[in-house]
């Protein structure tokens, strides 16, 4: 029979490891949130947003069960996905250059990465929450200490995305996969349309590539057009 002491450490372990499973998706947002900031700013704004995000996600496990069978959560949390994608692409876009829409702070990078990780760990609450048992230092222990691995993981991607901009219009696609796959999977959509597996296929397709065209049309929109063309001839 396991001791209590090692049954803890077990718990916890299980925790990190589902967690961080689990937030790949996670670090996408988190890297394309921070990408405009200057690279001395993007620690503060990683670890505050995925600080705040692991405390709500803290609580809302205590109410998991009830939260995902919530009538249109998902479609709802989808949808919101879908339009962070966009927005955030916007922001990322490497053909906005100086000018293009930029966060105006540090607080609009880390209000994107705690309304989109809350939003995308509806579904990996409850599996935390199983392994938890509803013990709150179990919770704050395991999430807490899986941050610094999203931390390193969300850096390293913003890195990256300067060095190689395809891999934003990548993380994009990636959120609108995300978005659209959860919106489909919602118990209403499910029940009123029952899409079949290529539906969803292609469903999924069309949400990944619309968010790269919203998200380049959002980009037209906020930067302003050079002067010499504006001028008649």
Sequence with gaps: MVSPAWQFL??????????????????????LAVKTLAPGRRGSAILAGAGCA????????FFAGQLLHIEFLKLIGGLTILWIAAKLFSEAAPEGGEAGARPSSLWHAMWFILLADITMSLDNILAIAQVA??????????????IPLVLFASGLLATLMDRFPII????AALLGKI?????????FVSQIFSPSPMALYALEAAAAAGVVVVGRLLLARAVPAPADACEPR
Excluded: K
């Design 10 to 31: 077990l718990d916890l372990a299980a925790i990190i490891f589902v967690n961080l499973v689990l937030s790949g998706d996670n670090a996408v947002v988190i890297a």
């Design 54 to 61: 692991v405390l709500v996600r803290v609580a809302a496990t």
């Design 133 to 146: 048992h509803g013990d709150l230092v179990l919770l704050l222990l395991g999430l807490g200490t899986s």
């Design 168 to 171: 934003v219009y990548l993380g």
């Design 179 to 187: 978005g659209a796959e959860m919106a489909l999977t919602d118990r």
